[in-house]
């Protein structure tokens, strides 16, 4: 799964310096888990720092840790955690729409 972000990823990446920003970015993800990839594609995609993996990612630990020990979180992000950075963003800012399809019910539930 990490190769295949890398390349979307990439591929963004290039699209931001390459394309006219007037097509909207549009992207559906299918298994989003904690939705953390799928808030950086949005954001380089879209080149707008509104798509904060950082703030997305506390809130999500947040609201599972109303429900779940301390533990219970960690074992959820012992994967890693997502960061933003800066070569996420272009400079060049385009509309956009993320969608997210979750077929794990566990998932889901959280």
């Known amino acids: 799964q990490d ?3 890398g390349l979307l990823e990439g591929f963004l990446r290039h699209q931001q310096t390459h ?3 007037e097509y909207p970015f549009l992207s559906i993800s ?5 939705g953390q990839d ?4 949005a954001r380089i995609g879209t080149g707008s720092a509104e798509y904060d993996v950082d703030s997305w990612l506390d809130s999500v630990t947040a609201s599972l840790s109303q429900n779940w020990t301390d533990k219970q979180v960690d074992e959820m992000f012992k994967c890693g955690r997502t960061k ?9 800012r385009r509309a956009g729409e993320m969608h997210c399809v979750e077929p794990i019910p566990s998932n889901f539930v959280m």
């Open 30 to 34: 299918i298994g989003c888990n904690k």
């Open 3 to 5: 190769v295949i972000v």
């Open 19 to 21: 394309d006219d920003s």
């Open 84 to 92: 933003n950075v800066d070569s996420d963003l272009s400079g060049t």
């Open 38 to 41: 799928a808030i950086k594609l």
